[in-house]
């Protein structure tokens, strides 16, 4: 039996349940087997270090090993395991509708079906470059998975912070871009054209309206788009820079 002693730092601590153990095998697996062994997706993973030296996923430990695990910690330079898709695009698992829907009020380009499967979320996120957004730690683990998240929190609003704070996307927010409903890149559009579609209060009060080209919703800066704004700024306000 050989045997190495795995160290687990931050929320990866939360996601296996503890914060060091020694694990054996007649034959080590590589880190990223030890890592999904305790039930942590090479995805939130960082940084590996293993008897203090910096190692890839594909590394085999040795007997008595000392391996250290780091999830993403931007403020420190170390050599990242993890590098983001050139923009920020999401791909969200089918219990995740809400968030799906809020990221979209936000202006970020996300797909989301009910009906998806788990190799059509890893197709869409690997061919698309998008970001697998799912509460299953076993779909991350698939080697094909290379950009995912596994959100922690069960309440929307909570997953959307994770979300944006995990990947610091707060100066990247555009509301009222996005249509709510099929993800399509809204446009402005002239009052006078859609006047004859807006329930009379929406007329009355306001000026700026947008569409979207694939299913023809319209959007203003009803309410609803006060609400989120100010829970936006109220975000943005905890956050520590
Ligand atoms: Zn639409």
Redesign the pocket.
Do not use: S
């Given at each position: 039996m050989a045997t190495v002693t795995l160290r687990l730092y931050d929320y990866l601590a939360l996601i296996a349940g503890m914060r060091e153990t020694s694990l054996s095998f007649p034959l080590l697996p590589s880190v990223k087997h030890l890592a999904e062994h305790m039930g942590i997706p090479h995805t939130e993973i960082d940084l590996i270090l293993v008897n203090g030296n910096p190692v890839t996923f594909e590394a085999l430990p040795q007997d008595n090993d000392r391996i250290a695990l780091y999830p993403r910690w931007h403020h420190i330079p170390i050599p990242h395991l993890q590098h983001d898709p050139p923009f920020p695009a999401f791909v969200v698992d089918v219990n995740l509708g809400r968030l799906a829907k809020f990221l979209r009020m936000l202006g970020f380009d996300t797909l989301y079906d009910n009906g998806y499967q788990d190799k059509e979320l890893i197709d869409i996120s690997r061919k698309e470059k998008r970001i697998l957004l799912t509460r299953d730690k076993l779909l991350l683990c698939h080697s094909m998975v290379t950009w995912g998240h596994w959100v922690r929190s069960t309440a929307p609003y909570e997953q959307v912070r994770e979300v944006l704070d995990h990947y610091h996307l707060y100066d990247q927010i555009h509301p009222l871009s996005r249509?709510l409903?099929?993800?399509?890149p809204l446009h402005s559009i002239e009052k006078g054209v859609v006047k004859d579609q807006l329930p009379p209060r929406v007329r009355q009060r306001h000026k700026k309206f947008f569409t979207?080209d694939?299913?023809?919703?319209l959007y203003w800066e009803g309410s609803h788009h006060t609400h989120m704004m100010a829970w936006i700024q109220n975000l943005q306000k905890d956050t520590i820079p």
């Open positions: 249509c409903v099929c993800n399509t979207c694939k299913c023809h919703r």
